[in-house]
């Protein structure tokens, strides 16, 4: 079990421009959020993937954003028309089924910088 | 809303001393807490949890007590190492439920400065 992996890492982007994140989550893990984090702030939440369904979605995702996880296994970010406020550090972590609380196992981000 | 707080930083000590960093939460259930640390260029990882009231979460010589009476989840450390310095996030999540799907919710986070 290689942890969660996210692609790419960093991207530099002009702003008007598409980009799309890659997140692939802990195989097993039906769960996958995605979250963002700016300069000195907490991560906040994005989206959340229950397999392939997307079941919650925050005020933060405005139309621009959009998220799939078609398989049930990956998932995709996508930020069209980026703007500059969209720079920041993007997460996403998976957990495990089954009832109760459990443990999110986080990737290493995708750091976006819009110019 | 549901919320954490979380003291605000940075927090510079001097290796070997205590530490302890403040979070307060808000919640409108019975929510879980967390402690996740942030290494300098490093993701996030679990530091440790509590479920329940009074439970004591503990792990690398970190512990923190769910208080429910003063909805509180203070991190602490007897003495501190230069390796300790990062940032220290609280968190809180909700029960999976009819309206809760489990997401984080973070405070802003603490940084750590350990000098030797």
């Known amino acids: 079990d290689t942890g969660v992996s996210q692609d790419p890492r960093h991207k530099i982007t002009k702003r008007g421009q598409n980009v799309t994140f890659r997140c692939d989550p802990i195989s097993e893990h039906n769960r996958l959020y995605w979250y963002r984090q700016t300069l000195g702030q907490g991560p906040e939440f994005l989206t959340y993937f229950q397999n392939e369904a997307q079941l919650e979605k925050s005020r933060l995702l405005s139309d621009r954003f ?10 995709t970010l996508e930020i ?8 920041a550090m993007y997460l996403c972590a998976s957990s495990p089924p ?9 990737g290493p981000g995708t750091r976006l910088t819009v110019t | 809303g549901d919320s954490v707080t979380q003291m605000e930083g940075p927090v510079t000590l001097s290796e070997e001393a205590f530490l302890t960093i403040n979070c307060t939460y808000t919640a409108t259930g019975y ?5 996740y640390v942030q290494y300098p260029g490093e993701g996030l990882q679990l530091l440790l949890k509590a479920t329940k009231a009074d439970d004591k979460g503990s792990n690398k010589g970190f512990e923190a007590t769910y208080r429910k009476e003063t909805t ?6 007897g003495s501190v190492q230069v390796s300790d ?4 996030f609280c968190a809180l999540i909700l029960a999976h439920g009819s309206s809760n799907t489990g997401k984080l919710i973070f405070g802003q986070g603490t940084t750590l ?3 030797p």
């Open chain 2, 85 to 88: 310095s990062a940032v220290y």
């Open chain 1, 66 to 75: 959009s998220a799939e996880r078609p398989k049930g296994s990956f998932s």
């Open chain 2, 72 to 77: 509180s989840f203070h991190l602490e450390k």
């Open chain 2, 113 to 115: 400065q350990v000098k």
């Open chain 2, 31 to 35: 929510p879980s807490l967390f402690w």
């Open chain 1, 80 to 87: 069209q028309r980026t703007e500059q406020g969209d720079s």
């Open chain 1, 98 to 106: 089954g009832t109760g609380v459990h443990e999110q196992y986080f």
